[in-house]
């Protein structure tokens, strides 16, 4: 091979290896580029979960409080069956008392 066609060969090759390299850096670009689409989506997915967490958070500590008035509620609604039964006993033991009464003094 003369030097003319060893020099060609060297340019050729030099041609290839720089679009060779050319190519990896586009690679490389585009995978980083996409590297950085999902890193953004990962950050956006978990903003989102702590959103919910604080969200469901929020809920929980309004269903305790609906909760304990619920509880309240069913407690002062016993109370108040209670007395009205108690009220109601009083009444049916002074009608019978008056009865008997009655029957005594005739």
């Known amino acids: 091979m003369s030097d003319r066609d060893l020099v060609q060969e060297l340019k050729s090759n030099i041609v290839d290896l720089t679009q ?5 850096l586009a690679k490389v670009k585009s995978k980083e580029a996409r590297l950085k689409q999902v890193m ?12 919910t967490g604080h969200k469901i958070e929020e809920q929980n500590k ?3 409080k609906v909760k304990a008035k619920l509880e309240t509620k069913e407690r002062l609604l016993k109370e108040a069956l209670e007395r009205i039964k ?20 005739q």
């Not at 953004?40 to 959103?51: F, G, M, R, Y």
């Not at 109601?88 to 009464?101: R, V």
């Open 62 to 64: 309004e269903m305790a």
């Open 20 to 24: 060779d390299r050319d190519d990896a």
């Open 86 to 105: 108690s009220l109601s006993d009083d009444s049916t033991e002074k009608s019978d008392t008056d009865t008997k009464n009655q029957d005594v003094d």
């Open 40 to 51: 953004i989506k990962l950050e956006h997915a978990t903003q989102d979960v702590k959103h």
